[in-house]
């Protein structure tokens, strides 16, 4: 299994500032994604990347920005934190025939 | 109606219980995954078919292409696999995923 990591794990953050949160994969899987999950609205696409410095907007990619600038890591940033973007953030890689693997998530609140 | 259906939204079963939890799906797809979320807990991929049955210990995963149909079961269940059972399929490029809503599980000792 490939490793993947997220950080931080946690984060409090105040309205208005800028968050950064990280995924670092350990291989070289081209394809990484960045997930919300929210009560009742199941897991919601952010922003993907097919590869370094190529990356499009998901569904909900409003007030979020991404940048991957080597292959292992790929970079969330929130501009202007909202207490709407409080969630947990999830990071996926696709493995090819194995499928998915996600990181273990970070828990955001925007306070 | 959504794209992908899974059902039923909620289950409660006694220990050693033959679980299915069932999906469908409206799209073309270029496979389907099956995901396992622990409450409070990550992620796991559970299977990926693009066609027939896989098998991982108690775990069973079939696809039915023609009939845009995917069965998960679950054997000899056990309180550990309580959990939320979450169908999600592949479709167009990127391999973006198109998910269920989730099936969460509930197994009683």
């Known amino acids: 299994d490939a490793g993947i990591t997220q950080s931080p794990r946690h984060k409090v953050t105040e309205t208005g500032t800028p968050v950064t949160l990280r995924c670092h994969q350990t291989?070289?899987?081209?394809?990484m994604y960045w997930y919300r999950q929210d009560p009742g609205h199941g897991l919601r696409l952010i922003h993907y990347?097919?590869?370094?410095?190529?990356?499009d907007k998901g569904e909900v990619s409003d007030g979020y920005s991404v940048s991957r600038s080597k292959t292992e890591d790929f970079l969330l940033t929130l501009e202007s934190a909202t207490s709407s973007q409080t969630s947990v953030y999830f990071c996926?890689?696709?493995?090819?025939?194995?499928?998915?693997?996600f990181g273990s998530g970070t828990r955001l609140t925007v306070v | 109606k959504n794209e992908v259906e899974q059902s039923p939204q909620n289950l409660t079963a006694q220990e050693g219980e033959f679980i299915t939890i069932n999906c469908s799906y409206s799209?073309?797809?270029?496979?389907l995954h099956w995901l396992q979320q622990h409450p409070g807990g990550g992620i796991v991929s559970l299977f990926m078919?693009?066609?027939?049955?896989k098998k991982h210990g108690r775990l069973i995963a079939t696809i039915n292409i023609q009939e845009k149909h995917s069965s998960l079961h679950i054997t000899a269940s056990h309180p550990r696999d309580s959990a939320v059972y979450i169908c999600?399929?592949?479709?167009?490029?990127?391999?973006?995923?198109?998910w269920g809503a989730g099936t969460k599980l509930i197994i009683k000792p």
């Open positions: 996926a890689i696709r493995q090819g025939n194995y499928g998915y693997t």
């Open positions: 291989e070289n899987h081209r394809y």
């Open positions: 990347s097919y590869g370094v410095k190529d990356t």
């Open positions: 799209v073309g797809i270029s496979a």
């Open positions: 078919l693009s066609s027939g049955k």
């Open positions: 999600a399929v592949e479709n167009g490029s990127n391999y973006q995923l198109i």
